[in-house]
């Protein structure tokens, strides 16, 4: 089905800005052969017919790790700050956030 | 409940969604403190600083609470997996939140209101809180501000999302809503509910409709509602915004709006016009989280009474133990709807098991009651360890006319403080009971003074009781018991 | 009963040195640092060497020793640790320029371990950006070279750990396997590369390409010093949800112990596409099975050409997930823009390369809304018929064999821009990682071009003493000349 399992121009564009990523003209067209190339290697998954097989997430199948409600310590403050691009007040600091949490 | 807050013709259909952060010692995924009001930044580690590297381990007592919130909120307790919500945010250090998504811990559950009327419990999951954004210059708002600055205290403090049922109908109902699932919150010792600082949050999904038989309308979603007044107030205009566009032949579009406390408005946010697309799927991270039937039954075990079954041992012990008029099958009298405020205070409060130890002092329930939700409200804190013995002893000298209620709010106020024995600080104030012989013949005295007032009196004119009871307090500053000079005064009428 | 008597174990046999003081640690980081100076501005497998810190290191041990302390198992060796294991204070930056001089405030708990066991860090290896990678040429430090033919790739992901054990830099080092990125580069350079069994290593540290797939393993010239390396780093931590709470087996113990009855099944699905020379060299190690008592048959698991396929929308889906965080905000490269959503995307867009971006947007693409189903979803289920590919084969054989590699080492830039050519690489190593699996590549005889070729066992989940066990025997017979150090510490 080669129609399904190929990805367009559009698709790219809205993958990357999904992404957060800025493609050039050049690198649209790029991304798009390379990406459907890979997509296409991937018809032979696509055509399986696997209704009713469980999906696998993990490789072992472990269940209810959990850890006691006991405080560790925490970073030293001046160590975390450092690593950041821009500091004001203790806090980090980012340009003006346009637009709320969704 | 019938009632709606909206112009005839039309319904208003209105779900919650409560964040309520969880009174664990730590967070979420990692053994930082969870303590609100610290220095930024301070409370923060690898795992949730989202540093590269690092990986989450759940913690058992949020799993635990989170169950205690379930079998509150009579849900299933199910085996349970966390998914990865994908999307960018600064305060979200991974970019993306692990939640609960489509295997949550709890579902379809109820609550019901203290009137009677029952909301539906769609699921009750867990999930991470996100760090704390403030917004620095103009207006500190989001809009206008020219950069933000973020703290990560927050972020991964364990969460329980509860979502409601679309079964809410008024204003009014919304508030009680959340009024008792705060209630209930607290009683499981999963939330201290302090809205003001954030440790619950309520998201309103609203929309209207003509009929209860009509479709769902398109609903529009108020975020990050901080009081009880402002979700009220929030769903009220946000229903009537709704109706007025519809009248008008107008569209709702569905759109996240914010409610503005001081304009008491709701405004659609500016969000990108990006559609959201969370990519959800199961965190690698994590494995799943199967409580076993023993498991729930423990945590189950570990539950108090919650509010609504504190608030029907009070009613119960009020029409056994009540004024006895004898309408219902106990022999006292149904609460009045005072008492059902007086019980909600009391409830609210903390102060229940306060009332009952009293009454099984031996004081009738009714006075009990009254004092506890007056006087004793006052300071709750103080009264919540107050000694019921003691409590018992100052309003059976109530009861039996040896002190007056003006004294009985004074040596209450010193009994919160101080304890000690009632008769001791009744004492102590000079508040011992007025021999009968003096109050006998002070009240004679004041009759022969006031002999039009007295004739009055005697023909029938019994607001007068009162005037000869405030010269007998006037003579007797206060020490006399009013009940016992209301006595004597219809005594001497004969 | 047949044995192969009691293999080499050139790293361990120095740390016994050391412990015993017949040898001083700082002689023996002196000597690493004098390899690393000769041929590593030709091969570049490191993107930081650590002299300072690891001459401090070693005089530490030896004072220990001198103390009549034990230093551990590991005393005065040099490490090499691919640059995406969470060292404190020191540059961490997966070979991207995303995370160009962060300093991690902790250490990853193979670090520790490593720490704990006397060795002492010499570096951090040169890998593709973000483990993205077959042949470590997307690394935003420049490619590293094959110590066996300077024109080749090493292998990737982690072809500096692989290169700098091969140049006799180290005589052990860590990478992360996630699609093969230890056993391929190990099998490129002529050296042993494990990959445990998943669970059994601590991901704590390791910063994360696909978190179902990832797993640490050792790169070493020796099969026994890969079960001494796997030994000390292995074993429950609670720092990790996904490590398993069971002792880990002492691998080293069962060395000797031979393969005689046990059954080899030849996967024929992974010689399938293999070049002609790297399939004789596999029917080999076949027969060497044999001569040691194994009874050794030719086995189908055909899932497993499914296994392309399914990793490269698995890993990818996982991997745009791990890499949102890369945003500007707390750490690493910042772009400046005037909003912080352009400031995200500018910051990425200026700090991935070509291939960390090609893999974000594919795995993107396979989580979006409407794909789901049709890519994850239906790659997940692939991930189950592969595993009980794997369950049937194992009724039949104790372990598997097959070729690491479906070719020798690749010259550089010959599949940099064709991705799928890449890809292709990985082919004969996913299926492991998708079943989290443990599998070892040790080398096995050269090609026609006199390059090292890896021959590959698989064994079941927790299987790593059979593992051992059988590599152990092949290495011991093993066409002379082959695999081991060009030179160096030990
Ligand atoms: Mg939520
Ligand atoms: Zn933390």
Redo the contacts with the bound molecule.
């Keep these: 089905m080669p129609g399904r399992y190929t990805i367009t121009r559009d698709d790219v564009a809205h993958v990357a800005e999904l992404a957060r990523l800025e493609l050039s003209e050049a690198e649209l067209d790029m991304f798009t052969e390379q990406l459907g190339a890979v997509l296409g290697h991937a018809a032979d998954v696509a055509a399986l017919d696997l209704a009713g097989v469980p999906p696998t997430s993990h490789a072992l199948a472990l269940t209810n790790v959990l850890r006691p409600d006991e405080p560790r310590p925490c970073l030293d403050r001046t160590e975390v700050l450092v690593a950041a691009p821009s500091v004001e007040d203790d806090r980090f600091r980012v340009p003006s956030i346009m637009g709320e949490a969704p | 409940m019938a009632a709606t807050d909206l112009p005839a013709g039309w319904e208003m259909v209105v779900g919650l969604e409560v964040?309520c952060e969880l009174k664990t010692a730590t967070k979420l995924f990692c053994g930082c403190p969870n303590v609100f009001g610290d220095e930024p930044n301070t409370n923060v580690c690898p795992v949730c600083l989202g540093l590269p590297g690092s990986l989450p381990v759940l913690n058992q007592q949020a799993v635990e609470l989170a169950m205690a919130i379930g079998t509150a909120l009579g849900c299933e307790i199910r085996p349970s997996t966390f998914h990865r919500k994908n999307y960018f945010y600064p305060d979200m250090p991974k970019d993306y939140q692990i939640?609960q998504y489509d295997e949550p811990i709890n579902v379809d559950g109820h609550l019901e209101l203290p009137d009677g009327s029952v909301v539906g419990i769609v699921r009750a999951h867990l999930?991470e809180d996100t760090g704390k954004t403030t917004h620095a210059g103009g207006t500190g708002r989001i809009h206008g501000s020219d950069h933000s600055l973020v703290d990560y205290n927050r972020s991964g403090v364990p969460l329980v999302?509860i979502v409601s049922a679309p079964d809410i109908r008024s204003a009014t109902q919304a508030r009680a809503y959340a009024a008792e699932l705060r209630a209930v919150l607290v009683a499981t010792g999963a939330s201290d509910g302090r809205m003001e600082e954030g440790s619950m949050r309520v998201d309103a999904n609203v929309s209207v409709r003509r009929s209860p038989d009509d479709p769902l309308g398109t609903r529009c979603e108020i975020k990050n509602l901080n009081s009880l007044r402002s979700l009220a107030r929030a769903v009220e205009y946000e229903a009537r915004r709704q109706v007025e566009l519809l009248e008008a032949g107008e569209r709702v579009v569905q759109q996240t709006r914010h409610w503005d406390e001081d304009a008491g408005r709701t405004i659609a946010l500016r969000s990108k016009e990006e559609a959201t697309d969370y990519r959800y799927f199961l965190e690698p991270d994590l494995v799943p989280v199967v409580p076993d039937a023993q498991w729930v039954t423990a945590v189950a075990d570990t539950l108090g009474m919650l509010p609504a079954a504190r608030r029907r041992r009070l009613e119960e012990l009020l029409t056994t133990d009540g004024a006895g008029t004898g309408d219902t099958p106990g022999g006292g009298a149904a609460p009045t709807p005072a008492q059902l405020d007086q019980i909600a205070t009391v409830v609210d409060l903390g102060l229940d098991d306060l009332v009952v130890e009293t009454v099984a002092a031996g004081v009738a329930a009714p006075l009990v009651l009254a004092r506890s939700a007056n006087e004793a409200a006052t300071d709750p804190d103080l009264a919540r360890k107050l000694d019921p013995v003691a409590f018992a002893g100052l309003l059976g000298m109530e009861a039996s006319g040896s002190l007056s209620a003006t004294q009985v709010k004074a040596v209450l106020s010193e009994l919160l403080h101080t304890g000690g024995d009632p008769a001791a600080i009744a004492a102590s104030k000079g508040f011992e009971a007025m021999a009968e012989d003096d109050l006998v013949s002070t009240v004679a005295g004041l009759v022969a003074d006031h002999p039009d007032e007295w004739a009055r009196y005697r023909d029938g004119d019994d607001k007068l009781a009162g005037f000869f009871t405030g010269l007998v307090m006037k003579a007797t500053q206060g020490k006399a018991n009013g009940k016992a000079v209301a006595a004597e005064l219809r005594r001497l009428r004969g | 009963m047949s044995s192969t008597g009691s293999p080499a174990s050139p790293a361990f046999d120095l740390a016994d040195d050391v412990r015993a003081g017949r040898r001083r640690a700082v002689d023996v980081v002196e000597a690493s640092l004098a390899a690393i100076a000769e041929r590593e501005p030709e091969l570049h497998c490191f993107n930081l060497v650590l002299a300072d810190s690891a001459r401090q290191r070693a005089a530490e041990i030896d004072r220990m020793v001198a103390a009549g302390e034990d230093p551990g198992p590991l005393a005065g060796v040099p490490v090499a640790l691919k640059d995406n294991l969470c060292t404190r204070g020191i540059e961490t930056t997966c070979s991207s320029r995303i995370l160009a001089g962060w300093r991690p405030p902790y250490d990853a708990t193979v670090v520790t371990r490593l720490d704990r066991a006397g060795a002492v860090v010499v570096g951090k290896t040169n890998m593709d950006e973000f483990a993205m990678g077959s042949s470590t040429e997307t690394s935003a430090t420049g490619p590293t070279r094959n110590p066996r033919d300077p024109s080749r790739v090493p292998g990737g992901s982690s072809g500096g750990s692989a290169a700098a054990v091969a140049a006799g830099f180290a005589p052990l080092a860590l990478g992360s396997d996630t699609g093969g990125s230890i056993r391929q580069p190990a099998a490129l350079c002529g050296v042993v590369g494990m990959k445990p069994t998943y669970g059994t290593v601590s991901r704590y540290g390791l910063v994360a390409f696909a978190s179902s797939l990832d797993q640490i393993g050792p790169f070493a010239t020796t099969v026994a010093d890969a079960a001494g390396m796997f030994d000390v780093i292995g074993g429950h931590d609670p720092a990790d949800s996904t490590s398993l709470d069971r002792p880990t087996p002492r691998v080293v113990s069962v060395l000797g112990d031979g393969i005689e009855g046990l059954t080899v099944g030849v996967v024929r699905e992974l010689l399938e596409g293999a070049d002609p020379d790297v399939v004789a060299r596999i029917t080999a190690a076949a027969d060497v099975c044999a001569a040691a008592g194994a009874h050794v048959e030719e086995i189908s698991v055909p899932e497993v050409r499914l296994g392309l396929s399914a990793y490269y929308l698995i890993a990818p889906a996982e991997a745009s997930s791990n890499l949102a965080r890369y945003d500007g905000v707390r750490y690493g490269l910042r772009v400046d823009a005037p909003d912080a959503a352009s400031m995200n995307v500018a910051t990425r867009t200026a700090g991935f390369g070509a291939e960390v971006k090609r893999r974000i947007m594919l795995g993107t693409y396979a989580l979006s809304a409407g794909y789901y189903d049709a890519y994850y979803g239906q790659a997940l289920r692939v991930r189950t018929r592969i595993v009980e590919g794997f369950e049937r084969a194992y009724h039949q054989c104790d372990v598997l064999l097959g070729p690491t590699s479906p070719t020798t080492a690749f010259p550089l830039g010959e599949r940099l821009d064709d991705p799928l050519a890449m890809y292709l690489s990985d082919v004969c190593t996913i299926p492991s990682n998708l079943a989290g699996h443990p599998a070892i590549s040790l080398p096995f005889g050269t090609g026609d071009d006199g390059l090292p070729v890896g021959a590959q066992l698989l064994a079941p989940a927790l299987g790593e003493s059979l593992l051992f066990r059988a590599a152990a025997v092949l290495e011991a017979g093993a066409p002379a000349g082959t695999g081991g150090a060009a030179g160096g510490v030990a």
Aim: charged fraction near 50%; hydrophobic fraction near 0%.
């Design positions: 964040h939640s999930e999302e």
